[in-house]
T-cell receptor
């Protein structure tokens, strides 16, 4: 799976949009971009995924650049409960691939 | 949606004893499960891939005789930490892939906090 690069940490004010970037410049055509988050002392939680098109669900929006080399996860109205480590991962869904985690982005939502 | 149940959530054991952690897929069958370990302020590190009915595949540097993995059914994988030492204290997390889910993604258990004293 392609390597991804994310900022180590970000801060966001509660109620504002949190925009978390991810670089995946070596992503292949078969690889999807998945986002997970891990709240302290819990297992990772699925957020959203996409291949080429932008995606939106009840949790977040995912914006993927046209060349697919980067993406941005958007939490439209961040709350304190969104404080977590966010992981961006490129996954080839065709294989039974093991999932490798990078260092992720520690998002801290503050009042 | 897919649910993975992991037990116990927290365990304290004495040095030299063994501890078993269970990982169950509750509403789907998982031919493959994954075990991770996470130290404080670090990312998840894959330890091994558990395959139903066959031997687990361990990542480089992970002692297979110390971390015994059994995947005897399509819904259960166990990780046994044998002869535990304080340096084995960590957060252990399992995951499984639900091929029938809308996102073909990986679902994670809630983790097990192991403390060896």
């Amino acid at each position: 799976d392609a390597k991804t690069t994310q900022p180590t940490s970000m801060d966001c004010a509660e109620g504002r949009a949190a925009n978390l970037p991810c670089n995946h410049s070596t992503i292949s055509g078969n690889e999807y971009v998945y986002w997970y988050r891990q709240i302290h002392s819990q297992g990772p939680q699925y957020i959203i995924h996409g291949l080429k098109n932008n995606e939106t669900n009840e949790m977040a929006s995912l914006i993927i650049t046209e060349d697919r080399k980067s993406s941005t996860l958007i939490l439209p109205h961040a709350t304190l409960r969104d404080t977590a480590v966010y992981y961006c991962i490129a996954i080839d869904r065709g294989g039974g691939n093991k999932l490798t985690f990078g260092t992720g982005t520690q998002l801290k939502v503050e009042l | 949606g897919a649910v993975v149940s992991q037990h116990p959530s927290r365990v304290i054991c004495k040095s030299g004893t063994s501890v078993k952690i269970e990982c169950r897929s509750l509403d789907f069958q998982a031919t493959t499960m994954f075990w991770y370990r996470q130290f404080p302020k670090q990312s998840l590190m894959l330890m091994a891939t558990s395959n139903e009915g066959s031997k687990a595949t361990y990542e480089q540097g992970v002692e297979k005789d110390k971390f015994l993995i059994n995947h005897a059914s399509l819904t259960l994988s166990t990780l046994t930490v044998t002869s535990a030492h304080p340096e084995d204290s960590s957060f252990y997390i399992c995951s499984a892939r639900d091929w029938d889910s809308f996102n073909y993604g990986y679902t994670f258990g809630s983790g097990t906090r192991l403390t060896v004293v």
